[in-house]
């Protein structure tokens, strides 16, 4: 078999190196890109190899499909800031939680929160309640970031 030589587009950006078949779960869902099964939702390192490649010091990322907000977050862990637009109003909600920046207060907000469905589960005989379950993992369920989102619907 003959190598072609690699296909290139705009800028020398290579095409053919897009193979993630062996990454792992833990790899391919880090951070908060766990928090809520979306449909069509790409792994967080098609976003980060195409930000390394074209971002220039001070330039603004922006989605206008946002999703899940993939982008987004590798953008700002990239250091860039960044928008998103969709029409779909849980898209903008998950998009929002997993990119809000945490201090102190929101913290204190958090765990208010987490005291009031813990009181919340005990009177319901230690359940969680069922729309959780159907939507999202076990893990995002006691994750503290997710239940901010939770808490913003």
């Known amino acids: 078999m003959v190598n072609k030589p690699e296909k290139v587009i705009q800028n020398k950006f290579p095409v053919n190196d897009w193979d993630f078949a062996d990454l792992k779960q833990s790899e391919r869902q880090y951070g908060v890109h766990f928090f809520h099964h ?9 976003p980060v190899r195409i930000i390394k490649h074209f971002g220039k010091k001070d330039c603004v990322v922006f989605d206008p499909f946002m999703g899940s907000g993939t982008t987004l977050v590798e953008s700002k862990l990239q250091g860039f800031d960044s928008y ?20 102190d207060k929101r913290f ?28 999202f993992s076990p893990i995002a369920i006691s994750c503290k970031f997710f239940f901010l989102f939770i808490k913003n619907l």
Request: with cysteine; glycine share 2%.
């Open 38 to 46: 979306y449909t069509a939702k790409f792994i967080p390192q098609i």
């Open 108 to 135: 204190d907000e958090i765990d208010n929160f987490l005291k009031w469905l813990e009181e919340k589960k005990i009177k319901k005989k230690n359940r969680c309640p069922a729309v959780l379950k159907i939507h």
């Open 84 to 103: 998103g637009l969709d029409t779909n109003p849980l898209a903008v909600k998950i998009t929002q939680s997993k990119t809000l920046e945490l201090n």
